[in-house]
């Protein structure tokens, strides 16, 4: 697991020394994602720069790499999981390798199967390689999105990074707020689809690979789509044998590591499965346990079950509102504004747990993948609701929603119920998007100073929906699917990304594998999502066969916090600041005199607007960094050049 940074000329053939000072710079900001070592090459239209965390190859893994025969040169985020059985193919092939690193796979890969290249990864991993005789440039990211890919791409060059914050680093950097982008970002947490919230930074979209010829030309290609092959005539004993199976493939690949590797354990379905998976493949010892002093939202009594029934070394790791101290940097650190308060959760579990380790294995993608959140439950309760009652009813329902009282505790009923009728006059599809949102588009455009922007966040639900291509009336395979190329890259892995290498930890998900990823897919709804019971039935039904109804029949907790109550109290003194005057000041394109009645009304206690605010007070804090520019100071960091022999034949 690494950062990567680089560049790619379009208008000159060669680097002044004071530009390459500046992609230095930005190289080494992302030292916290590979403290281990930093090196930089540049020739011709190329800079390339690496920050590595030492993972695979200890000795011989050093980045950027050039491969065997020096046509091409690599910068490569990730792991490549099957790396040792692709390296076997390739010899048989006739390649020759000086390393036994998966970096020098993917290089080999790419000599031998060009663009198809992806096809055959199985991994998590954004690179960049240049082709030094024929020029151009291939950029290339994982089926899920699990590690980031930011490109900048104007009329002079290609820039690419694993973080935005590198870009500030930039001596011709301009942060400018896309203000086309902030209304997905009001109503969802997070900057949906490929844009951020940077004017004229974008991601590279998940399972994509993008190639720029020496010619000029760009092409871009999605080189893998889950299969739409419904599984049937399989009785639900063999779907949890199978399920079990795939589970246990993807576990092993992801325990391959020339370091020891730990565990998050939450007590819930997906952890405790990955763990019994784990500990019945390796001699992994510990794991670690996110406790809160909250009784209501504390699973460690659950854990710590789990982990003995294991015999695993669990490790307690509490968080108090003294963390919200850490506001600031941790919302810089998520890069992209990024409303998730488990993030706050995330960063504290990683702190404690990069103390010992560099690699963490975790549940992500059990939810996406097997129909676990109770957002299915709520868009299918709707596909009935919708189509039996007429939509003027629907739409009195809606306009009633706001008036019902939600107390401040962790996704209360009344909560549920508040959320789920105020969407009620809005499509499925649509609504399916806002039970984890915040702001509904109509809420949303009265935060604008400028109302033609104010007018575009009203369509925010509804382009989704389209680029999707999702039935006004979605089926849950439907939903599944949209879900793992918007919600899962953009708000879950991007979450468990920037917090854990934060602190140098690389966190796999082995639910992410992409057979079993398929697999759960494809099942028949009521092997996960019955029209009696609970979700993510195939699932639980595992979880019993170990654990019994303890893990089995427990209630779905996440990484929530009490963020109603923080904010009134502990954390209130951040949020003043945040969401002061002055600051609103400096952020022109909100309606300031808005966000401060929205606040007011949350302080005395009028309203619960604990999550929104929250997302507003990750707007202000990303703002100061990425916009004006007030961020964490650059690390002095040891960054190495590496040159390779020339070839005759290059351009």
Same mark, same amino acid.
């Given at each position: 697991?690494?950062?990567?940074?680089?560049?790619?000329?379009?208008?000159?053939?060669?680097?002044?020394?004071?530009?390459?000072?500046?992609?230095?710079?930005?190289?080494?900001?992302?030292? !916290?994602?590979?403290?281990?070592?930093?090196?930089?090459?540049?020739?011709?239209?190329?800079?390339?720069?690496?920050?590595?965390?030492?993972?695979?190859?200890?000795?011989?893994?050093?980045?950027?790499?050039?491969?065997? @025969?020096?046509?091409?040169?690599?910068?490569?985020?990730?792991?490549?999981?099957?790396?040792?059985?692709?390296?076997?193919?390739?010899?048989?092939?006739?390649?020759?390798?000086?390393?036994?690193?998966?970096?020098?796979?993917?290089?080999?890969?790419?000599?031998?199967?060009?663009?198809?290249?992806?096809?055959?990864?199985?991994?998590?991993?954004?690179?960049?390689?240049?082709?030094?005789?024929?020029?151009?440039?291939?950029?290339?990211?994982?089926?899920?999105?699990?590690?980031?890919?930011?490109?900048?791409?104007?009329?002079?060059?290609?820039?690419?990074?694993?973080?935005?914050?590198?870009?500030?680093?930039?001596?011709?950097?301009?942060?400018?707020?896309?203000?086309?982008?902030?209304?997905?970002?009001?109503?969802?947490?997070?900057?949906?689809?490929?844009?951020?919230?940077?004017?004229? &930074?974008?991601?590279?979209?998940?399972?994509?690979?993008?190639?720029?010829?020496?010619?000029?030309?760009?092409?871009?290609?999605?080189?893998?789509?889950?299969?739409?092959?419904? &599984?049937?005539?399989?009785?639900?004993?063999?779907?949890?044998?199978?399920?079990?199976?795939?589970?246990?493939?993807?576990?092993?690949?992801?325990?391959?590591?020339?370091?020891?590797?730990?565990?998050?354990?939450?007590?819930?379905?997906?952890? *405790?499965?990955?763990?019994?998976?784990?500990?019945?493949?390796? @001699?992994?010892?510990?794991?670690?346990?996110?406790?809160? *002093?909250?009784?209501?939202?504390?699973?460690?009594?659950?854990?710590?079950?789990?982990?003995?029934?294991?015999?695993?070394?669990?490790?307690?790791?509490?968080?108090?509102?003294?963390?919200?101290?850490?506001?600031?940097?941790?919302?810089?650190?998520?890069?992209?504004?990024?409303?998730?308060?488990?993030?706050?959760?995330?960063?504290?579990?990683?702190?404690?747990?990069?103390?010992?380790?560099?690699?963490?294995?975790?549940?992500?993608?059990?939810?996406?993948?097997?129909?676990?959140?109770?957002?299915?439950?709520?868009?299918?309760? !709707?596909?009935?609701? %919708?189509?039996?009652?007429?939509?003027?009813?629907?739409?009195?329902?809606?306009?009633?929603?706001?008036?019902?009282?939600?107390?401040?505790?962790?996704?209360?009923?009344?909560?549920?119920?508040?959320?789920?009728?105020?969407?009620?006059?809005?499509?499925?599809?649509?609504?399916?998007?806002?039970?984890?949102?915040?702001?509904?588009?109509?809420?949303?455009?009265? #935060?604008?100073?400028?109302?033609?922007?104010?007018?575009?966040?009203?369509?925010?639900?509804?382009?989704?929906?389209?680029?999707?291509?999702?039935?006004?009336?979605?089926?849950?395979?439907?939903?599944?699917?949209?879900?793992?190329?918007?919600?899962?890259?953009? @708000? &879950?892995?991007?979450?468990?990304?920037?917090?854990?290498?934060?602190?140098?930890?690389?966190?796999?998900?082995?639910?992410?594998?992409?057979?079993?990823?398929?697999?759960?897919?494809?099942?028949?709804?009521?092997?996960?999502?019955?029209?009696?019971?609970?979700?993510?039935? &195939?699932?639980?039904?595992?979880?019993?066969?170990?654990?019994?109804?303890? $893990? %089995?029949?427990?209630?779905?907790?996440? #990484?929530?916090?009490?963020?109603?109550?923080?904010?009134?109290?502990?954390?209130?003194?951040?949020?003043?600041?945040?969401?002061?005057?002055?600051?609103?000041?400096?952020?022109?394109?909100?309606?300031?005199?808005?966000?401060?009645? $929205?606040?007011?009304? !949350?302080?005395?206690?009028?309203?619960?607007?604990?999550?929104?605010?929250?997302?507003?007070?990750?707007?202000?804090?990303?703002?100061?960094?990425?916009?004006?520019?007030?961020?964490?100071?650059?690390?002095?960091?040891?960054?190495?050049?590496?040159?390779?022999?020339?070839?005759?034949?290059?351009?």
């Amino acid at each position: 697991m690494c950062g990567i940074f680089g560049q790619f000329l379009k208008t000159t053939n060669s680097f002044d020394p004071q530009r390459v000072e500046s992609l230095c710079r930005a190289t080494n900001y992302l030292t !916290h994602r590979g403290p281990d070592s930093g090196r930089w090459w540049s020739e011709g239209q190329y800079y390339f720069g690496h920050r590595r965390l030492s993972i695979i190859d200890l000795d011989h893994g050093q980045q950027p790499m050039v491969s065997e @025969d020096g046509q091409y040169v690599i910068a490569f985020n990730g792991e490549i999981y099957n790396y040792i059985e692709l390296r076997q193919e390739l010899i048989g092939l006739g390649h020759v390798f000086k390393t036994d690193s998966d970096t020098e796979v993917i290089l080999e890969g790419y000599k031998h199967w060009g663009e198809g290249l992806c096809e055959h990864l199985t991994g998590m991993f954004a690179f960049a390689i240049a082709d030094r005789i024929n020029g151009g440039l291939f950029l290339a990211r994982d089926r899920f999105g699990e590690k980031p890919l930011f490109i900048k791409d104007d009329a002079e060059a290609v820039t690419f990074s694993s973080e935005l914050g590198a870009f500030n680093q930039l001596d011709n950097h301009k942060g400018e707020v896309d203000q086309a982008a902030l209304g997905g970002y009001l109503c969802l947490n997070y900057v949906p689809g490929e844009d951020t919230l940077a004017k004229g &930074i974008k991601r590279l979209p998940v399972a994509t690979w993008r190639k720029y010829d020496a010619n000029g030309q760009v092409r871009q290609y999605c080189y893998w789509h889950p299969s739409r092959s419904k &599984i049937e005539n399989t009785s639900f004993t063999d779907a949890m044998a199978h399920t079990q199976t795939l589970l246990d493939e993807g576990v092993k690949l992801s325990l391959r590591s020339d370091v020891p590797v730990t565990l998050f354990l939450s007590g819930g379905i997906d952890s *405790t499965l990955i763990a019994d998976s784990v500990k019945r493949q390796s @001699d992994v010892e510990h794991a670690y346990c996110l406790d809160f *002093t909250e009784p209501t939202y504390s699973e460690y009594d659950a854990a710590k079950y789990a982990a003995d029934t294991l015999g695993l070394d669990l490790r307690r790791v509490p968080l108090t509102a003294d963390a919200l101290e850490e506001f600031l940097p941790i919302a810089e650190r998520l890069d992209d504004p990024l409303a998730d308060s488990s993030a706050l959760a995330v960063w504290t579990l990683a702190r404690e747990t990069a103390k010992d380790y560099k690699v963490v294995l975790s549940g992500d993608g059990g939810d996406e993948l097997f129909g676990g959140y109770l957002t299915y439950k709520a868009t299918a309760l !709707h596909n009935k609701v %919708s189509a039996m009652m007429p939509h003027p009813v629907r739409k009195l329902l809606a306009a009633v929603a706001p008036h019902i009282p939600v107390s401040a505790t962790k996704v209360s009923t009344s909560y549920k119920a508040r959320r789920f009728l105020r969407a009620l006059d809005l499509d499925p599809a649509e609504a399916h998007f806002t039970w984890n949102g915040t702001w509904l588009p109509n809420e949303a455009t009265r #935060f604008f100073a400028d109302p033609e922007y104010g007018e575009l966040a009203k369509g925010v639900l509804k382009a989704i929906t389209q680029r999707d291509a999702i039935p006004a009336h979605p089926s849950l395979d439907e939903l599944q699917r949209t879900d793992i190329v918007e919600y899962l890259p953009n @708000d &879950i892995l991007t979450k468990t990304d920037r917090t854990t290498m934060a602190f140098g930890l690389e966190s796999r998900a082995s639910f992410l594998y992409p057979k079993l990823a398929e697999y759960g897919i494809n099942l028949p709804d009521d092997y996960k999502m019955p029209a009696k019971g609970k979700p993510k039935h &195939i699932l639980r039904q595992l979880a019993a066969q170990k654990y019994g109804t303890r $893990i %089995s029949q427990a209630k779905k907790q996440g #990484f929530s916090i009490p963020v109603h109550t923080w904010l009134r109290h502990q954390a209130r003194h951040i949020m003043e600041e945040l969401l002061s005057p002055q600051r609103l000041k400096d952020m022109p394109f909100l309606d300031a005199n808005h966000v401060i009645k $929205i606040k007011n009304l !949350h302080s005395d206690n009028k309203a619960q607007y604990g999550f929104e605010l929250w997302g507003l007070m990750c707007l202000s804090a990303w703002h100061n960094a990425r916009i004006l520019g007030r961020g964490t100071d650059n690390p002095i960091a040891q960054l190495d050049r590496i040159e390779f022999p020339s070839l005759s034949g290059a351009a």
